[in-house]
């Protein structure tokens, strides 16, 4: 291999993160601010020395560009472009750093590629992702926790992930929810399998293994540190060493996991002799035209999604005024009851009133999207009911739930929130491409969807809410006589800013 074709080869690998800089930076920005994802920094080099690793293998092979491997190629360019429409940022993470593994595929062939496996693919460890399992293991944590309390013999008084104890009060939130324990136990645990083990049923039995003992593990460190809390009379495991304690148990359950894995370990794999032959001067000029004609559509195959997602975006941008003059309500206008507010990005516009109707009282909040900024839209893990670390308000329980509104099927979400004017029930959903849905995944699909057709990003969250005093069915059924009434001139209203599309 020559120099040049070395550095085309070089540079059609890298040209990825200069194309999608942006995305590329997004992945660099959450290492900076998130601890738990710190880990980034070090996947790149690791992959790069488990390569140099194989070197001596690599050495007696050719590169043998794999053309079908474009078609693999386009296809994540165009799923970034979906999540670029949608604004799904992790999948424009994941389809930038797949583009990697694929890009070597295609300039240097399903021989050399294969010999690069693990180290290319463990690229993809380099992705911030692990956040959606946040709410799943701070549940199991809290069930985990307070079930072990109970056979032990400690009375638990529980409220989702609030409970209390004789001897105080304790709350399974983000930090203990073991996402961190998870992510670096995964990543270890890939390294780890790949370098002692030959076998795939070994790797891939490691690789589970790493995964189920921090979840179990996490919860015997809550119930420990709530134990040790308890013991003491609230006076350790409840301040900074709380979380000396957490990772001094999960550095303790880490080198058990890797001492008892060691004694399945298999011998290194012997590197393979090398090819007989070198290649004719014909051959290899041939081979040189092919790798840099690959290089070349490695790059363009790559840089045409960012320039279409711009085309889209100008040709969707919408200046129409969004009102809601239309609407009207079937029910009187009353005074606040409350002066929560659901924290979302700013919208284009919103809808925020309240109305009564003999003893039934009902809020409504339409928070209305369009021109959606990346990363402050209607679909986001920042937008919340209840800001973190509220100090006035907290959110009690979320579930899904469907309702029979005018004879239709309403599926949304219900939240029970407390706060300084009391408890209140929650029933919230989106409006987006002129339907409801209460699912993340599908309202992304939708937007992008919509943009892909020139249609605009336009969205509502849409919320209405209601008191009650000790039973929440009092507030369910205020909100299903009002939905009854009301929703389809909600809807209508909400239609009409979709279909007036000012003059481009």
Same mark, same amino acid.
């Given at each position: ?12 690998l ?15 920005s959450?290492? @900076? ?5 710190a ?21 007696t ?20 472009? #979906?999540?670029? #429409? ?7 993470? *994941? ?15 399903p ?20 956040e ?12 985990? !926790?307070?079930?072990? #309390? ?11 992930? @609030?409970?209390t ?11 203990? =929810? ?13 390294? *780890?399998?790949?370098?002692? *083990? ?53 550095? #303790? ?19 393979r ?34 320039? *279409? ?8 941008? @919408? ?20 002066d ?30 369009? @021109? ?8 986001s =893990? ?15 329980? !979320?579930?899904?739930?469907?309702e029979i ?6 599926a ?24 409801? !849905? ?54 209508v ?12």
């Amino acid at each position: 291999m020559t120099l040049v074709t070395g550095l085309a080869i070089a540079l059609a690998l890298f040209a990825p993160f200069a194309i999608y800089f942006d995305t590329a930076r997004s992945i660099v920005s959450i290492w @900076n601010s998130s601890e738990t994802f710190a880990h980034g920094y070090i996947i790149l080099p690791i992959s790069l020395w488990l390569i140099w690793k194989r070197r001596d293998e690599l050495s007696t092979r050719q590169p043998a560009p794999c053309w079908p491997a474009f078609l693999l190629l386009a296809a994540c360019g165009f799923g970034w472009l #979906l999540a670029e #429409l949608g604004d799904v940022q992790v999948v424009r993470q *994941y389809a930038l750093v797949a583009m990697v593994p694929i890009a070597a595929l295609a300039i240097l062939g399903p021989r050399m590629a294969w010999s690069m496996a693990f180290p290319l693919l463990f690229l993809l460890l380099a992705v911030p992702f692990g956040e959606i399992f946040i709410e799943p293991l701070i549940a199991f944590t809290a069930d985990f !926790t307070v079930a072990a #309390l109970q056979l032990t013999g400690i009375p638990v008084l529980r409220e989702g992930s @609030n409970f209390t104890i004789p001897s105080g009060s304790w709350s399974v939130v983000e930090a203990c =929810s073991g996402v961190r324990y998870l992510i670096s136990s995964f990543t270890l645990g890939c390294i *780890y399998a790949y370098l002692s *083990y030959r076998s795939p049923l070994r790797r891939a039995m490691f690789i589970l293994v790493s995964i189920a003992v921090p979840i179990i593990a996490n919860g015997l460190r809550a119930y420990m540190i709530v134990m040790i809390g308890h013991v003491s009379g609230m006076q350790l495991a409840v301040g900074v060493d709380h979380l000396i304690y957490g990772w001094l148990f999960f550095g #303790l359950v880490m080198f058990l996991m890797f001492w008892i894995g060691s004694f399945w370990r298999e011998a290194e794999e012997q590197p393979r002799a090398a090819e007989q032959g070198r290649p004719q001067a014909r051959d290899v000029s041939v081979s040189r035209r092919r790798i840099l004609a690959a290089a070349t559509g490695v790059v363009v195959c790559v840089a045409i999604w960012p320039l *279409y997602a711009l085309y889209i975006e100008r040709a969707v941008a @919408n200046p129409s005024p969004i009102e809601f003059g239309d609407f009207k309500a079937q029910w009187s206008e009353a005074v606040a009851f409350t002066d929560w507010k659901p924290r979302y990005f700013p919208p284009k516009a919103e809808l925020y009133r309240f109305f009564e109707r003999d003893a039934q009282k009902v809020g409504v909040s339409i928070m209305y999207y369009r @021109n959606q900024m990346r990363g402050e839209g209607l679909i986001s =893990s920042t937008n919340r009911l209840v800001a973190d670390k509220d100090p006035h308000w907290r959110r009690v329980n !979320t579930s899904a739930r469907s309702e029979i509104i005018s004879q239709q099927m309403l599926a949304l979400r219900e939240a029970r929130i407390q706060g300084p004017s009391g408890p209140l029930l929650v029933w919230y959903w989106y409006w987006i491409d002129g339907r409801f !849905t209460t699912n993340d995944y599908l309202g992304k699909l939708l937007q992008a969807k919509e943009k892909f057709l020139m249609r605009g990003d336009d969205g509502a969250a849409m919320m209405v809410f209601a008191p009650y005093a000790d039973n929440p069915d009092e507030a369910r059924a205020a909100l299903r006589d009002f939905l009854g009434a009301n929703l389809n001139a909600l809807e209508v209203a909400l239609a009409g800013n979709r279909n007036h599309r000012g003059d481009h």
